[in-house]
Structures are given as C-alpha cells and as structure tokens.
Nanobody, 125 residues
Framework: HVQLVESGGGSVQAGGSLRLSCAVSVSSANDYCLGWFRQAPGKEREGVAAISGPGLITHEDSVKGRFTISKDNANNTLYLQMNSLKPDDTATYYC????????????????????WGRGTQVTVS
C-alpha cells in the first residue's frame, strides 16, 4: 500500500516562493510516476507537474518557468519548487503515484493515478 504525505504549504505574497515536499512510502520511487496536482475551490483537480519512473518530466504550461518538480530517490521524496507565485496558484496541492511508465501526455491527468496524499494548502495573496 502506497502512502503519500505532503508538507510545505502555507500563505505567501504574490511573487514569493514555496517548496512542497511529499514523502512517499514505497521501496523505490522509480517504481511509480509521481505527480503534483492542485484543486481550487469550485474547480476540478488539475495536473501541475509529474516525473515518471524512468525520469521523464513534464510541467503544465501554466507553471512552466515558475515551478520545478524533482525527486530524491534515496529518500523517496518528491518536491515542487514554486517561484513567482500568483494568486491564481491558490489551491490545495496533492501529490499522487501512478504507473511508472505513463506516456508524457497522460502524466498530468489525475485519472491515471491510483494513490493520493491528503493535500497541503497554498494561499497566495
């Protein structure tokens, strides 16, 4: 059973930065595609960025150049560095685990992910 626990959320002013972390309880993070998703009140959950088991990385256009996903395989931890934050980035952020070799076009689609954390709130004002 895969467990994911997010941390690092908070409140920040526009233009600021936050780094989210996700501890993934698996034998190897390379066995899964790991992604960050977000959901704002009244909106559907949307993909932000993902990194596949073999190491392919994708970021949604809305965060390209501002957010960076990475993972520490030794510690099975997923990160999301968020810079130049905007009020539109306000949401609950979730990390999730899915099949290791998802094709790139599917990597930020929530439907392919089997395991989810409980989320961490990010508020940008």
């Amino acid at each position: 059973h895969v467990q994911l626990v997010e941390s690092g959320g908070g409140s920040v002013q526009a233009g600021g930065s936050l780094r989210l972390s996700c501890a993934v309880s698996v034998s190897s993070a390379n066995d899964y595609c790991l992604g960050w998703f977000r959901q704002a009140p009244g909106k559907e959950r949307e993909g932000v960025a993902a990194i596949s088991g073999p190491g392919l990385i994708t970021h949604e256009d809305s965060v390209k150049g501002r957010f960076t996903i990475s993972k520490d395989n030794a510690n099975n931890t997923l990160y999301l560095q968020m810079n130049s934050l905007k009020p539109d980035d306000t949401a609950t952020y979730y990390c999730a685990a899915g099949p290791s070799r998802l094709p790139v076009p599917s990597m930020t689609s929530p439907r392919w992910y089997n395991y989810w954390g409980r989320g961490t709130q990010v508020t940008v004002s």
